[in-house]
């Protein structure tokens, strides 16, 4: 898996790596078509594309190359428009997935391999005064104009991919879609209740106790800056069982990491070799920019930081916030649902050999709704859709651990409304909507009732 996120964070999100592939298969395309025009004509095989003479190919060819070229300049100016729109508007985070955007990146190469494809065939075009015999391609020739229509098709397309793409609901409907991928990527649902627990664990597996051995381990450190992008965590607990080692990471996809600074501890009998005590760093990677793939916080940050802009004061703009909080509701929803990633990696005899660094869901949970407090708070409808995702979270969760987490949140988004400079009427409004929900998912004992104004907010 580890490797299909390398490949997909370094290359297929990157804006060139399409369109170099696509005009590598124009020039391909364009040499066979040229080579297949030359077997024809050596045969006595004549297609019936209509005759075309020197000049006739030489211009309709001219005319596709100048015509697609000028397109893609175009259509590229109207892309780097759009990023620096969404990257103003809605945050330079968002830029990953116009960037990452397979369409926008097809429609590019296409017009790009079409240049190249009609630039490889103009060149094999020859009349009388050139060295050898008269050969226009007439086959390769037809293909550029077929080419050339569909490029029409395709900026059509495009022109209407932009404008879509650059719509709030698009943009929700992608960092949510990027949300629930990480989310069912890193986190498995609970298991169930009359399923042992024992049952996933080695049958030989060493009780191990919440302290790490007793002598001192030796620090890995980075041999780069930059942002961890992922790890592969179960390369590098094969090769602490090939190093007969155990490995502690102090980073975890989405930190950023400096030069010489540790990210791991092992122990492990130390060697001069540099080979022999480096190993963990092959399987940590680190780039310029965060990514959703590993990175969990980085996926709920993107409907967080919508919210946000939605609501400072250059916006004022809550039905978008409301928006982005239901995308952020669809994954935290789904979240909720799973079990805490394992933080220990066992090799087959059932020993540790990693200990991995990782964020709880309960700390996400208090995160999020921490952040969402302070920025809502003053805006009743936004209170009202923060409100709305924490009891959508306590009716599709059974876990006492989250559900406190959510209600401790709802106490807290309630005084800091009460505390605020609102109206009288909006706070009555917010004051009965937490009652009502506190009311609905208390997780108090059956025998120790109480109202929700008796409610204590440290619970």
Known sequence: MAVNLKFKSSITDSFWFTPLVMGALGIILASSMVALDQFLQNQGIKL??????????????????GSVLGVAATSFSITTAVLATASTTYGPRLVRNFMADSRNQFVLGSFGATFLYALMVLRSVRDATDIGSVFVPSLAINFAILFSVLNVILL????????????????????????IRSI????????????????????HKVVLSDELPDNEPYHVRSQ???????????????????????VKLLVQPGDYIFMGM??????????DDESETDWPLISINTGQTRTPYQDIRYAV?????????ALSPGTNDPYTAI?????????????????????IIYDEDGRPRLHKKTITIEHMLDSVFR?????????????????????????????????????????????????????????????????????????????????????????
């Open 262 to 271: 540790a990210v791991a501890d092992v122990w492990q009998a130390h060697s």
């Open 224 to 246: 780069s800056d930059g942002f961890v992008t992922w790890v592969d965590h179960e390369a590098m607990a094969r090769r602490a069982r090939e190093h007969n080692a155990l």
């Open 184 to 203: 069912e990527s890193l986190y498995s649902l609970e298991k169930p209740d009359d399923e042992s627990e024992e049952k996933h664990l080695p049958t």
């Open 371 to 459: 952040t969402l407090r302070s920025n809502v708070i003053g805006s009743v409808d936004a209170t009202m859709a923060v409100l709305e995702l924490a009891q959508n979270i306590l009716e599709t969760t059974n876990r006492d651990s989250y559900r406190n987490i959510v209600i401790k949140s709802i106490h807290s988004i309630d005084d800091a409304f009460m505390d605020s400079n609102s109206p009288t009427s909006d706070k009555e409004i917010i004051k009965n909507a937490t009652a009502q929900i506190i009311r609905d998912h208390s997780i108090d004992e059956p025998e120790t009732p109480h109202s929700p104004a008796q409610a204590d907010p440290n619970s």
């Open 323 to 343: 928006n982005a909080l239901r995308g952020l509701g669809s994954g935290l929803t789904r979240l909720c649902q799973r079990e805490n990633d394992d933080a």
């Open 48 to 65: 019936p594309l209509g005759d075309m003479g020197v000049e006739g190919g030489r211009g309709i060819l001219t005319a596709i190359a």
């Open 301 to 309: 940050q993107q409907p967080v930081d919508i919210t946000i802009r």
């Open 156 to 179: 059509i397309y495009f022109i209407h991919h932009i404008a879509d793409s650059i719509q709030i609901s698009t943009l929700i409907s992608r960092v949510r879609d990027d949300l």
